[in-house]
């Protein structure tokens, strides 16, 4: 596994395990495949509702906790300085844990500069070995880095190769700020699996077009956290370590990208209040 350094020092693998739109009666027999798949790294959040089944999969799985890399997110409606530490404390419970790797700031709604600095402090007591925040566009997270103490360590964001966010992965560079990508697939819109130009990639390499789209995340330095409930697709989606993506192959790729979204955009008033009616995510 490839890792990435952030800022403080800590490493993070390169390709985790997402557990988003994976039912809660099912989460906790996703990621024990995904462990013994080979996963170290998984991804959750309070919106998901399904903490303890991450949490109950990782007891069962018996693997030291200082091999495995746990991410989790604070919901808007945590939002604020002493929310924000109880809300930390409901996640950390819920998964069974005595620390978090990284903890992020779901949404940039509500009184997130409050749970930044809740957050810093968990970040200072050892809670949490990183801390950072998901779907900030620029001008939030530079805002949010100039006044504050400590800069977020990861940016984790809607990322793929019709939105590949190449400006904002410049900025988060120059502020130190690690970008991840949610949704690395696109959820297969945009025929995303049947792009002939993908296809051909794929082929020229042995590879899947999921693994080329990983590659390519990868080569650009991008963090990812693919999600399937296939034992199978579990083990191909690790198995991208071993090839390379040509200058071509990387051109045809970037002349994918649209420059929008394929969900939804966060800096509209529609999302905005969208969002903050969802207590739960």
Not at 16 to 21: A, D, L, S
Not at 26 to 37: F, H, I, P
């Amino acid at each position: 596994m490839q890792h990435v350094t952030l800022h403080n020092g800590v490493e993070m693998p390169i390709l985790g395990f997402g557990v988003f739109q994976i039912p809660d009666a099912d989460t906790q027999g996703a990621v024990e495949a995904a462990l013994e798949a080979g996963y170290r790294s998984l991804d959750t959040a309070a919106a998901y509702q399904n903490e303890a089944a991450v949490g109950r999969a990782i007891a069962a799985s018996g693997i030291a906790r200082d091999e495995l890399f746990v991410t989790t997110k604070l919901w808007i409606g945590g939002q604020g300085e002493s929310a924000a530490r109880e809300a930390f404390q409901l996640s950390l419970d819920a998964l069974a844990l005595d620390h978090l790797d990284l903890y992020l700031i779901h949404q940039p709604f509500g009184d997130y500069y409050g749970s930044w600095r809740a957050m810093q402090a968990l970040l200072g007591e050892g809670l949490t070995r990183a801390i950072g925040v998901s779907n900030f566009y620029p001008d939030r997270l530079v805002d949010l880095i100039l006044h504050s103490d400590i800069a977020p360590h990861v940016n984790q964001v809607e990322t793929h190769p019709f939105f590949q966010r190449a400006a904002d992965q410049a900025v988060m560079r120059e502020h130190g700020v690690q970008i991840e990508s949610w949704g690395p697939f696109a959820e297969g819109r945009n025929g995303l699996f049947t792009d002939p130009e993908l296809l051909a990639i794929g082929a020229a390499h042995g590879k899947s077009v999921a693994q080329v789209v990983l590659r390519w995340l990868i080569q650009r330095g991008v963090v990812a956290i693919p999600k399937s409930v296939r034992l199978d697709r579990m083990a191909e989606n690790l198995d991208v370590f071993n090839f390379a993506l040509t200058d071509e192959d990387m051109s045809t790729i970037a002349a994918k990208d649209t420059g929008t979204s394929l969900f939804f955009d966060h800096r509209t008033a529609e999302a905005a209040m969208y969002l903050a009616g969802r207590h739960r995510g």
